[in-house]
């Protein structure tokens, strides 16, 4: 398995270690595959209407039969623009917007998912976003030099952040001052999702991905391969990466604007 995370918001001296540590060296705006395992809830987890049974594959992902092969739809996982809560370690209001750092970032996603296209390793037909404004900013700067015509764009709340509800708009350093860490797996944030409620929505943004990639349309001969963009947050992202890809132990840390292309597993006749 090789996955990377092509950054064109940042220079290579500030991507996060843990988010060039898994193969190195690497090209600036590479990007590279992983395989879709089944999506699982994690053993122990409360059953969730509409869901599996903890432990058990999710309808519509990609795998885990032994014989099925990651050549099935491509998507391109993509985290939103740098925010000042980004940048100054706060708790996100859904209203939060990009900061210049953050748009600048979003207008080199679009140059980089352009390039892709004219490369011929893809073209992007259908999008789907979180329905957050940091989010919706990413797209937008990115369309700039994408541009829309012929793609399919919705907007998808199970794509939110996890809502940490009263404390949003706070800092980590006052947070934690009262209540310790707040990342922890026992923390019930005020109003907000615990993480089990939170796990159990990304897994089902995970199935609602699988469902709109293998309706993408067939690659022809000699065309560029259809494929699902879906611009999201971290913490979704980390949920994913333990839970729907095979990254073992998870990828804990994706950069704004990282680009991560992701191949379901093609399913057996």
Known sequence: LKVACSAPGYTNSEWPASAIAMEEPREQGKVEEA???????????????????????????????SDA??????????RHGETDGNANKRLQLPTEPLSEKGLAQAKLLGGALQAMEERGECKIVSVLVSDFTRTKQTLAGA????????????????????SFGQLRGRHFSEVFSQYGNFFAEDFSPPGGETWDAFRARAVSAWVRISEVA???????????????????????????SENALNLHGGFRNWGNTSITTVRLDRRPE
């Open 35 to 65: 395989s879709a395992a089944g999506v699982v809830l994690p053993p122990g987890s409360p059953p969730q209407e509409g869901l599996p049974p903890p432990g058990t594959a999710a309808p519509g992902a990609g795998g885990p039969p």
């Open 69 to 78: 092969k990651a050549d099935g739809p491509m998507v391109l996982l993509v």
């Open 143 to 162: 369309l700039e030099s994408l541009g829309s015509d012929g793609r399919s764009i919705t907007e998808e709340a199970l794509l939110q952040e996890r």
């Open 214 to 240: 293998r309706e993408l349309p067939p690659a022809q001969p000699g065309a560029p391969e259809p494929a699902l963009l879906v611009i999201t947050h971290g913490l979704v992202l980390k949920v994913l």
